[in-house]
Nanobody, 115 residues
Framework: QVQLVESGGGLVQPGGSLRLSCAASGFTFSTYAMSWYRQAPGKERDMVAAISNGGSTNYADSVKGRFTISRDNAKNTVYLQMNSLKPEDTAVYYC?????????WGKGTLVTVSS
């Protein structure tokens, strides 16, 4: 079955950096687009970044120039490098993939940006 396991979240000061990882299994990773979403307390879950199977990327306006999504098909892993973090980036970050019409989500990893 499809499994997505996020890691790398934590507490970071404003201006700091974190790298999130999402280890995927249960599907042919290299052939699917992958995405990162986030959900802040009391808010909807929004797309942060996406990467196609060919490596094309797309970002939410709020993170352009600060976040970078990448993938390692040999490791079945997608990453989210987050730089210049702001308090408003505080959220639970989720990895997601749509396989054969079904969207799967990981359990998420909490990122807290605070001094």
């Amino acid at each position: 079955q499809v499994q997505l396991v996020e890691s790398g979240g934590g507490l970071v000061q404003p201006g700091g950096s974190l790298r999130l990882s999402c280890a995927a299994s249960g599907f042919t990773f290299s052939t699917y687009a992958m995405s990162w979403y986030r959900q802040a307390p009391g808010k909807e879950r929004d797309m942060v970044a996406a990467i196609s199977n060919g490596g094309s990327t797309n970002y939410a306006d709020s993170v352009k120039g600060r976040f970078t999504i990448s993938r390692d098909n040999a490791k079945n892993t997608v990453y989210l490098q987050m730089n210049s973090l702001k308090p408003e980036d505080t959220a639970v970050y989720y990895c997601t993939v749509r396989v054969r019409g079904v969207r799967y989500w990981g359990k998420g990893t909490l990122v807290t940006v605070s001094s």
